[in-house]
């Protein structure tokens, strides 16, 4: 697709998607989709680290949770504005990884997915225990919504669910934006070329470490945004939100999607927020079906739903599972 | 305080035994088939129900509830390796654990469906027996654990060192291709492979069922700890993981013990941050991929 075409379809898509809560005037329908607007940022940032990076991270609930955590307390404590909470949640998250990042993205394959999954837990265990500060398992209550926002004559204030969803999609946009400006730079090239051999990458002098870290750090800082915007949507935190399996399920939403692409990760957010909510007719045994589901979809479509359609339009399916099925330790 | 310390320390490798065979049997699968497997705790947590159900229902004693879980979770970890795991060997890493991770969590919901939630313990008979020396309090349970590790242990080294099967299982985590041109079945060698690892998680869970307690959720903890225990000993090395298991197990258990309990969990973890930023080559110096 030309660009111009494909901004043509963004801008499309974006006008379309303004008229949802005209359509959709349900709570419990809006309630789906600012969850699939904070899922969509979450699977982005991961797809940063895992897909175009190729650093496989289990530990990503933990960013989202640091900076769910940072922005509550701040505006409970202290009464920081929403808007002012969210840029310092994503700092914080941000100098979170960097830290993490700098200590184990030495790491490589299943040794790196193992100790960021282990840094989730330590997370977990710090929001579980340090009850002066984050009230342990009783969570965070009475979090503020975004205080109304004046700018240039313009009034917004943010009640209903209608209003949320606006702010999200605003949010997931420019992340979105983000994402696709930093994968089509240089800095884009170097990841990509990282992820596909990092001895090559190296020896024609890209940075690796340093590029991987700020993969990383961006990703991570994005995560923290996105629990900013939890906590002050849902009003109310707590540590059984972000656990390693919050992590594996925003893995999963990427891989099934496809994380090599930039729409994947949106699709694979979307259709698992809204999918599990027609699973709980089954009760008790969702999680069941959910995990009996998960392996037969790695079995059946290992290039993610929206990788396989885009190799099979390219016409490279055969060539591109080839590929996988070469390198083995690519990822 | 120093008898305190004897006490933990001796829980702490009594924890470590249990650690051991469930990061060998975690580490054998990953050797040999290239796969991290995270449904490895839920063989363990089975093997633990087998053995509670063979007390229970079936009034076995307590060795041959042990040994029918082993039977029964050695047939168990061949059928998913047949069915769910050789259909991706070979694949990029993230499908193999996205993949166990989905097994992992269709099992442990599906036995917490069937089994429910309470906390039961496996009746081993052996608690009432206790020992005291040097001022030390032992049950003959936790001696049983001590000595069948070590007995497991040894017949694995055995077997894996000694035996045609074993040498096939060296040659094709070696090199796959090369053991397969040496006409080895490859296949068959990946079913014994789960069928040990699942034996001897069977063996674990079942000991951990005597002294603490049998539930549904129990795996996921063991697992991620087995893997640190595989990073700090290095692939490939049956004592780089012993020595590594009973690190961690002390870790855990002295931590918990002299510093705070509430994050027993941790500990493993600021040991393993702590070798990376000591010994980047890992504790034995290992091969790392």
């Given at each position: ?45 991961l ?52 830290m ?22 330590l997370?977990?265990l ?41 702010l ?15 994968i ?41 945004m ?6 002050h ?48 007719i ?50 | ?6 006490q ?16 060998l049997?975690?580490?054998?699968v ?9 449904a490895?705790?839920?063989?363990y ?8 159900f063979?007390?229970?229902l ?22 998913i ?9 070979g694949?990029?890493?993230i ?30 008979g ?38 045609k ?22 296949r ?41 225990v595989i ?21 855990e ?34 091969k790392?991929?």
């Amino acid at each position: 697709m030309k660009k111009q075409v494909r901004l043509l379809v963004a801008a499309l898509v974006l006008i379309g998607l303004l008229f949802i809560p005209k359509l959709f005037s349900m709570d419990y329908y809006m309630h789906m989709f600012v969850m699939s607007e904070i899922y969509t940022v979450l699977a982005l940032s991961l797809a940063l680290i895992v897909g175009f990076s190729g650093q496989v991270s289990m530990g990503h609930a933990a960013f989202y949770g640091i900076g769910a955590y940072v922005s509550a307390l701040l505006s409970v404590n202290f009464g920081f504005s929403f808007w002012v909470t969210i840029w310092i949640a994503g700092i914080a998250a941000g100098v979170v990884s960097f830290m993490i990042g700098v200590l184990v993205l030495r790491l490589r394959g299943h040794f790196l997915a193992i100790t960021t999954a282990f840094f989730g837990i330590l997370v977990g265990l710090v929001f579980n225990n340090w009850t002066t500060l984050t009230n342990g398992p009783m969570g965070i209550s009475g979090i503020p919504r975004p205080t109304p926002f004046h700018f240039a004559g313009f009034n917004m204030v943010v009640q209903t669910r209608a209003h949320y969803y606006y702010l999200g999609l605003a949010f997931a946009a420019l992340v979105t934006f983000i994402v696709y400006r930093l994968i089509n730079s240089r800095i884009g090239n170097a990841l990509i070329a990282i992820r596909e051999n990092e001895e090559l990458a190296r020896s024609i002098g890209i940075d690796a470490m340093a590029y991987k870290v700020f993969a990383f750090t961006v990703g991570g800082g994005l995560a923290g945004m996105a629990g900013s915007f939890y906590a002050h949507y849902i009003l109310f935190i707590s540590p059984v939100t972000f656990t390693v399996g919050e992590s594996i399920n925003i893995l999963v939403m990427i891989i099934f999607g496809g994380m090599t692409t930039l729409f994947g990760p949106i699709l694979g957010a979307v259709f698992l927020t809204v999918l599990p909510e027609f699973l709980r007719i089954a009760g008790s045994l969702r999680l069941v079906i959910y995990g009996v589901a998960l392996v037969v979809f790695i079995i059946w479509m290992p290039l993610g739903v929206w990788g396989s359609l885009k190799s099979f339009w390219m016409g490279q399916r055969q060539a591109s599972l080839q590929t996988a099925r070469e390198n083995p330790e690519r990822l | 305080m120093f008898t305190v310390f004897l006490q933990q320390s001796l829980n702490g490798v009594i924890l470590g035994c249990i650690y051991a065979l469930t990061a060998l049997g975690l580490s054998l699968v990953f050797g040999i088939l290239e796969v991290a497997n995270f449904a490895h705790g839920e063989l363990y947590m089975l093997g633990a129900f087998m053995a509670l159900f063979s007390t229970k229902l079936l009034g076995a004693p307590f060795f041959l509830a042990l040994l029918i879980s082993m039977v029964i979770m050695a047939i168990f970890g061949a059928i998913i390796e047949r069915g769910v795991f050789r259909p991706i060997v070979g694949k990029p890493m993230i499908n193999s654990m996205l993949l166990s991770f989905g097994l992992s969590t269709a099992l442990a919901n599906l036995a917490l469906f069937f089994f429910k939630a309470d906390p039961r313990k496996i009746d081993s008979g052996l608690a009432e027996i206790r020992f005291r020396f040097f001022g030390l309090h032992v049950t003959a349970e936790r001696l049983v654990v001590l000595v069948l590790s070590v007995i497991l242990v040894a017949l694995l080294a055995w077997f894996i060192q000694y035996t045609k099967t074993g040498k096939a299982m060296r040659a094709i985590s070696q090199d796959r291709v090369a053991a397969q041109l040496a006409g080895i079945n490859i296949r068959r060698i990946y079913s014994v492979t789960f069928a040990i690892s699942g034996a001897l998680a069977a063996a674990a869970g079942t000991m951990v069922g005597a002294i603490f307690f049998v539930s549904p959720e129990m795996g996921f903890s063991v697992v991620l700890k087995s893997f640190v225990v595989i990073i700090l000993g290095g692939f490939g090395s049956i004592r780089g993981v012993i020595f590594a298991a009973i690190i961690i197990g002390l870790a855990e258990s002295l931590g918990g013990g002299f510093i705070n309990y509430s994050y027993k969990d941790a500990y493993p973890f600021l040991l393993l941050v702590l070798l990376f930023m000591l010994r980047p080559q890992g504790l034995i110096g290992g091969k790392r991929s």
